[in-house]
C-alpha cells in the first residue's frame, strides 16, 4: 500500500519535478552599470558600460572595451561588430571590434537612442531635444527637430524612423520626409518588422499604453490596448512581447494582432525578450522564462536589480543584473541555455489559454504533499 500510494504521488509530480531548469552557459562582470545593450545576428554583444564601450563575443569573451565621452548610455551593434554608442555627455561614437574610435559627432543633448544598418555604414541617433540624426560612412547627413525628446530611432532598409512625443516620423536616408503620423502619447519604442513597424504609445501621465503595427502607408494594422503603464516591448519577427505595470506579459501575433498568450506577472517588469514564444522577463531580483503555451517554466532570483534580459540568435538568453548604487556599482551579465526539448521551436496557436503557471504549480505539489502525509501516517 505504501509503494503504491509513493508511486502515486511521483506520478502526479513528475510533470512539475521535470519543469525546464535552464543550464549556466557563461558570465561576465565588471564594475560600474549596463545602461543599454544590443546583440546582432551573429550573436555578438555591445554593451554601454558605465563610461566605456564594451563587445563581447557569443561566448561571453571580453573583445574590446574603449572610453566613451561621458556615460555610455545607449548602443546598437552591426553585423560586422561595429559598436555605436550614444553618451549623456551628447557624443554619437563608433568603435571598431578593437576598440578603435572610427568616428564621433557632438549633439545638442543626451543621446537617447542609437541604430546602425548592418554593415554599419549608416548610423542613427536621437537625443533628447528632439533632434534626429543620420550618418554616412562616419559624416553627418542630416538632422531634424522631430518633436521635443525622441525615445527611439530605428533603421530598416533605406528608412529612418523615429518616435518622439506624440509621433513618429519616416524619413528617406535623404533626409526627406517620407510620412508622419501623429499619436496621442509618446511614441517610446520602434520595432521594424517585415509586415510594418510596431510601436509603443504611452502618454505623459503612463497610467496606459497602446501597442500598434504601422502599415508602409502608415494605416494603422491592428492596434492592442493597455489600461496600465507598459514599459518594454520587444519582437521575434513573428510576435511583440509586451511588459511593465499591467500585472502580465502578453505576446502578441504581428500577423493577426490577437494575443497569442497572457500570463500572470506578479511585479513590475523591467525588461522582456522573445523568441520562438518564449518570454523572458525581469522585475526587481527576479527573472522568469514564460513557455509559448503561455505557463511560466523557470524562474530564478537574483543577488541585485535584473535590469536587462535579452534573447542571442544563437539560442540561449541573457539576464543582466547588478547594482546602480555609487557605492557599489557592478553588473554581471549571465548566458542561459535553451537545451532540452521544452525549447524546441513550435507553432503557436493565437488566442491560446494559459495550462499552467509555477505559482498554481507550487499550491498543486503542497496539496499532493499533504494528502501524501495522510495517506502515509493512515497506513502505519
Known sequence: MKRLMVISILFLLAPYSLALSPTHLWSYTDECAVFSLSINDEGYISL?????????????????????????YSTALSDNNVVLIGTEGNWVQAFSSSGKLLWEYRTADNVVSVAVSKDGRWAAAGDASGYTYFFKDGKLSWKKKVGDYVWKVSIKNDTVLAGSTGRIVAFQTSGSERWTLEVTGDVRDVIPTNRGVGILIVPKSENWATVELIGPNKNVLWSVNFSRYVRKIESDGENIAVAGMTGKVVLISINSGRVVYSSPLAMYANDVGTLGGYTIVSGGRIAQLIAPNGSVVWFKKFNGTVYHVAFSPKGYFLTEYGSHDVQNCYSNITAWSLSGKTYQRRHLKEGGSITFNIYTGVILIAIIAFLGVLLWKRGQ
Open 48 to 72: 554601454a558600460f558605465g563610461y566605456y564601450a564594451e563587445l563581447l563575443s557569443p561566448n561571453g569573451t571580453l573583445l574590446m572595451k574603449a572610453p566613451t565621452r561621458g556615460i555610455a
